[in-house]
């Protein structure tokens, strides 16, 4: 069974940066897509970035375009999000997930097979 574990959150004023890191356990991924999803309180999960497993197709939700970059690194089994100039609006829990056997980009949560336990993110001054 595979494990995600988001690392790289915590607390950034705005303008800020983060990069989140997302390792899978127990099995490698190089294949199935990947993405990552938000959910900020009292909203439902929004869609970020989700890349393919070569990482040649890429696709982003509205929200996030421009500030966030979505890589991998199939060697290590990590998935990364790279955040630039954060605001406030930005605060929210990130989760990672993965499409087993999927080789096709995905955007919505049923599409999605495996979950990390998800990593808070504060945007505040």
């Known amino acids: 069974q595979v494990h995600l574990v988001e690392s790289g959150g915590g607390l950034v004023q705005p303008g800020g940066s983060l990069r989140l890191s997302c390792t899978a356990s127990?099995?490698?991924?190089?294949?199935?897509?990947m993405g990552w999803f938000r959910q900020a309180p009292g909203k439902e999960r929004e869609f970020l970035a989700s890349?393919?497993?070569?990482?040649?197709?890429?696709h982003y939700g509205p929200s996030p375009r421009g500030r966030f970059t979505i890589s991998r690194d199939n060697a290590k089994n990590t998935l990364f999000l790279q955040m630039n100039n954060l605001k406030p609006e930005d605060t929210a829990v990130y989760y990672c997930e993965a499409a087993i056997g999927v080789t096709d980009i995905a955007t919505t949560i049923d599409e999605y097979d495996v979950w990390g336990q998800g990593i808070q993110v504060t945007v505040s001054s």
């Open positions: 127990d099995r490698t991924l190089p294949s199935d897509t």
């Open positions: 890349i393919t497993g070569s990482g040649q197709y890429i």
